[in-house]
């Protein structure tokens, strides 16, 4: 599974999916362990800000 596909992650049992995978329960659930809290993971780009 590439970085691009690791959008979700279960805080439960730590497991990174896709959107299509957790589209296989109906509703907003883990498809491994079936938790319904899942964080939505932050894009890998780190910004660099200008100190005043």
Do not use: D, H, N
């Amino acid at each position: 599974m590439s970085l691009e596909e690791r959008m979700y992650k279960c805080p439960k049992c730590g497991k990174e999916f896709s959107k299509t995978e957790m589209e296989i329960l109906p509703g907003v659930k883990c498809p491994y362990c079936g938790w319904r809290i899942v964080v939505k993971l932050r894009a890998p780009v780190v910004r660099k800000v200008l100190a005043i």
